[in-house]
């Protein structure tokens, strides 16, 4: 029986969602866990530093391919351990620019992958804010400085700030207790909105981000819909359930015998906005019609 | 003289009948007729199987045929039927897009900002999810709105695209398509080009991503395991159901075996062609122009499935080809056995028949030509049979019969001549004076010799005169003339027997004596009554003559000197005026009371 090493950054909770997208694609290649296929699952349970070890140990063992979903630490750790074994990544930047693959159709080596839109989006979710809050001179943005993405995001959200007329309140987070320091200095800076890089750091956490938002009234928006899902007001960001499904589309393709050179980097172009209106009621804010209009749910 | 020759239609039967014994008896002419029989099954067989078979053949090639050409017009039915529907699906995507832009260029441009425009194009980016980003350009060919997916939207940016290949390419079609570009080198991109009825309501330019096609592209099945895809026009892969082929669709190595098909189909429409597949699997396929864009859509399924009817058809024709042959070979010998069975018996009852069994019939009952023929056959068995039965019968005769007499005796078809009765005959004896002293004294191959050569001339003599031989012992001899046959003039034919037969030995005599051997020759020959008919048992019968006139003839030879005929009285009564006699008064016979007259016939010396 084949057997798949899953490099998890997260816990087995969190990841629930994105494991069922991943067995979902599995399953369309014919793959169903336990009866053709094996997974050997490493959690990290959010700690990154651990990646590394993880996958070198994950390595080791014989696997017949690494999944290493969840983000470009992910990809690049796994990439790092191993240049003969297949991996196949799920992230959310451009691999290309963060030296995963050489190019999108031609991956090279022995990695290919999905990568959703989310990191480049990041902008996006500014001109979203921009748009609720049109008179607000000031946002926050709050970024991950471990994350690869981190640099790459803050240039474009700062460029894109220009070209809307506003300033940016700049600040870091790269673990849990750092959050709620975030929003009390948002409230402090009168920053009128918060967007929240891509990063699956703040991905995993939306649950805990959208408590504090609400908490502290402040209208954000992350890049997950699992954010206005629990009580946030806004996402925009790459569907986690379709990357998460190729990834494991293309671990079954792989385990039939296909090579990684041959599978282009697939990027999930559909990119959903989430609007929860309770959220936006809570907050006091009015949400225009054609914002409401564009987006592809609304949580009322 | 009565005409005593054989039967005319005796004589081809015997004939026949000795030909028959050549080819039994001669071993090696029987090997042929056997070898020749077994060939003939051979021929039977083969003539027979093939005139089954080759029809069934030249059917089962020609319905193969017809079953192939029908088919691969059914398969380019199938596959032109199936592309014009892909062709149409691909079309109704592209154009489904386009009727979504026209309700953007509706209404005419103001110069004031359009915010119901933006909300407009932002539910169409919900309604149309391979939609990236909208242009929308005002009546002047200004930009008043982008919206992107990604980028950030730009509101009343007011740049001039007037001279935007796309704004120009629309104002003659209305709609206007780029060529496809593949976004990083992966992601096909088609830029869309509606603009308004009217110039006041300006155009919209809009980024589709046509790896969206995936979806209906993937959902098209041909056949089983038949898929479809669609080129651009320079043959670039623009959808196929595996999305990672389309992902590298710029590159020449993806594409390349892509456009084999299509250059393998030619011009859309020409029906389908024969080709390989990526992974070198041999595929039949079909094709589509896609109307209103300069793309093809091609079906391809694998030719093992595509030909599968076709497969299935000769298999069927070749298994129905075999069995009709088996049949026909078993019909064939059946038959053959059937047509050469009559003739084995034919060949194996004229073996019979000829070699003499001649009560052996052979029982054909085919009601045709062979009983006919084995019914011929056995009628001249039949008359082999009588022929035989008639040969043997003659041959007993001949033994003392001349053989016209006997021929004779045959005819009347009953042996009632030979019965005993008493009647009127001459009796003729002879023998050589000397004969036993000289046989003495001769080796015996020189007495056997001269015999022969007395009785060769003796029978001679008594065949001419048809005289009927009834003994002969030593150098003596009897014959007896007017019986078993009555004849005219017994005597006179009697006395001219005697005298050849005097004139026949006289002149072996002459030749004896000069080899100095002394040997003389006398007949006796008596007429008068006498008891005739056959005597002897099982198959050795006589025929012989009883009474005195026997014994006086036998009496008259004795005493009669060489070169001397002794008659009696009524022999010489017989001959009287016609024949020279000499009284020679009376005699004193033995066996015979009184003296009785004899008389005398010399043999003339001249």
Known sequence: MPVVGYLCPESPE???????????????????????????????????????????????????????????????????????????????????????VDSLSRPGGNITGVSSLSVDVSPKRLELMHELLPFAA?????????????????????????????????????????????????????????????????????????????????????????????????????DFAQSHRRAGIYAGRILKGEKPFDLPVQLVTKVELVINLKAAKLLGREISPSLVSGADEVIE | MESVGGRPEQVPLQIWYCKVR??????????????????????????????????????????????????????????????????AEIHDFIYGITNQLGWLVQLPWTDEPDERRRTEALRLFRQAPAIVSLTLIDNKGLERLYVSRIGLNRI???????????????????????????????????????????????AVIAEVNLKLIWDVISAIKVGKTGLAFVLDRPGRLI?????????????????????????????????????????????????????????????????????????????????????????????AYALAHRMTEPIR???????????????????????????????????????????????????????????????????????????????????VFCDLRGFTEFSAEVAPEEVISLLSEYYDALGRVITRFAATLISFSGDGLMVLVNAPVPVEEPTLRAVDLASAMQKSVQELIAGWRSRGYRVGFGVGLASGSATVGRIGYENRFDYTAIGPVVNLAARLCASAQDREILLNAEAAEGVRNKRPLEELGDRQIKGFGDAIPVFRMSLKTS
């Open chain 1, 14 to 100: 969190l990841f629930a969602s994105r494991l069922k997208a991943f067995h979902e694609g599995l399953g369309e290649i014919g793959f169903v866990e336990g009866r053709n296929v094996a997974i050997d699952y490493r959690w990290a349970g959010g700690q990154y530093a651990r990646l590394p070890a993880l996958a070198a140990d994950l390595v080791a063992r014989n696997v017949d391919v690494v999944v290493a979903p969840g983000g470009a630490q992910v990809a690049l750790a796994a990439k790092a351990t191993s240049t003969t074994k297949t991996i196949v990544f799920e992230m959310g930047g451009d691999p290309v620019q963060l030296g995963v």
């Open chain 1, 138 to 238: 000031k946002l926050a943005v709050v970024a991950n400085p471990t994350s690869p993405t981190a640099n790459s995001q803050l240039q474009k959200l700062g460029s894109a700030a220009e070209t809307l007329g506003i300033s940016l309140q700049v600040l870091n987070a790269s673990t849990e207790n750092e959050f709620e320091p975030i929003f009390s200095a948002i409230a402090q800076e009168s920053s009128a909105g918060l967007v929240v890089t891509s990063d699956p750091y703040f991905a995993f956490r939306s649950g805990q981000l959208a408590r504090l938002a609400m908490n502290y009234r402040v209208p954000a928006i992350t890049q997950s819909r699992d954010f206005p899902d629990s009580g946030g007001l806004m996402s925009y960001g790459g």
């Open chain 2, 22 to 87: 050549n080819v039994q008896w001669t071993g090696s002419a029987g090997m042929i007729v056997r070898e020749r029989f077994r060939g003939l099954f051979k021929k039977y067989l083969l003539v027979l199987f093939l005139a089954v078979t080759i029809p069934l053949a030249i059917n089962g090639v020609i319905e193969a045929w017809f079953g192939y050409r029908d088919q691969r017009a059914r398969l380019d039915q199938f596959l032109g039927l199936q592309a014009t529907s892909a062709a």
């Open chain 2, 156 to 202: 009343e940016g007011r740049t001039d695209r007037s001279a935007d290949p796309a704004i120009i390419g629309a104002r003659s079609t209305r709609i206007w398509f780029s060529d496809v570009s593949y976004n990083r080198g992966s992601e096909p991109h088609l830029t869309v080009t509606v603009v308004g009825n009217r110039p006041s309501v300006g």
């Open chain 2, 239 to 331: 959808a196929h159901p595996d999305i990672s082929l389309v992902l590298r669709g710029s590159e020449e190595a993806t594409s390349k075996p892509f456009r084999t098909i299509r250059d393998a189909i030619g011009p859309a429409g020409a029906g389908f062609a024969t080709s390989q597949d990526v992974d070198g699997y041999a595929i039949a396929a079909g094709a589509a122009p896609v109307q209103g864009l300069d793309w093809t859509v091609l079906v391809e399924q694998p030719l093992s499935e595509a030909y599968a009817p076709i497969y299935a058809a000769l298999w069927r024709t070749a298994t129905l080809l075999a069995v009709s042959t088996m049949f026909a070979a078993l019909l």
């Open chain 2, 345 to 427: 018996l034919l060949e194996k009852g004229t073996e019979r028949i000829g070699a003499g069994s001649f009560d052996y019939r052979i029982s054909i009952q085919t009601g045709d030509e062979f009983e006919h023929l084995a019914n011929s056959f056995n009628k001249m068995a039949e008359g082999l049979a009588l022929a035989q039965q008639h040969q043997e019968r003659i041959a007993k005769l001949k033994r003392f019969l001349a053989p016209e007499v006997a021929d004779l005796v045959d005819r009347a078809g009953d042996d009632s001549v030979l019965d005993g009765r008493r009647t009127e005959v001459v009796v």
